[in-house]
């Protein structure tokens, strides 16, 4: 099998969300390549570098499949619906281990992933506002930047602070109703009547 940087990158995510990334060394990384330590150093230059490159790998691909739904043509209720479908199954893939492991023993990846990671959401969650706005299904009386940043702190705490258990963000049942709170909140009569009908179906 040829070894390639986007090879090593994907081996290490698995043994870093199956383990954290504290109890994986670059031994483990080497053996589970079937390749010498020297030879996986030629693609990264240490456990930080490859941490990062980790980092960036999964955010990436997280941004992309984000991405996909704004293109779809999906209303701003709907587009909440699978952004939230697609976080319960991204917390079930990414234990909190990885983020506290990487919080306490690499504190500037962590700050760099972490300002990088809020300002996305930040403005996701901007747009999705604005054409709720626009749709006639959210009310027009609020104000989008401080909604914006209310809401991105919110999403932001329950994936990264010690809130709620490993067992109570699995259940799905936190990120339901962090959306649900979030439109009762927004929509006018129009998108919750919308909203209801579409959670029954």
Do not use: W
Not at 24 to 42: C, F, H, N, P, W
Not at 161 to 182: A, G
């Amino acid at each position: 099998m040829e070894i390639n940087s986007d090879h090593i990158i994907s081996k290490a995510a698995q043994l870093y969300m199956k383990y954290g990334i504290k109890s994986v060394s670059m031994e483990d990384v080497a053996r589970e390549l079937g390749i010498s330590k020297k030879t996986l150093y030629q693609f990264v230059k240490d456990k930080e570098d490859l941490i990062k490159k980790v980092i960036d790998f999964e955010f990436n691909f997280h941004v992309e499949e984000f991405d996909k739904m704004e293109k779809v043509g999906l209303n701003a209720i709907d587009e909440m619906i699978e952004a939230t479908k697609f976080m319960n199954k991204m917390v079930k893939t990414h234990p909190p281990s990885m983020e506290y492991d990487m919080k306490k023993y690499y504190p500037l990846v962590y700050e760099n992933f972490n300002k990088l990671r809020r300002e996305y959401i930040l403005n996701r969650v901007k747009r999705n506002l604005k054409k709720g706005v626009d749709e006639g299904l959210f009310r027009d009386d609020f104000d989008i930047e401080i909604i914006s940043k209310l809401q991105a702190g919110r999403i932001e705490a329950v994936s990264s602070d010690n809130l709620f258990t490993s067992d109570e963000l699995n259940s799905e049942k936190v990120f339901n109703e962090l959306f649900s709170y979030h439109l009762h909140a927004l929509c006018n009569s129009k998108g919750l009547d919308y909203f209801q009908k579409r959670i029954k179906c």
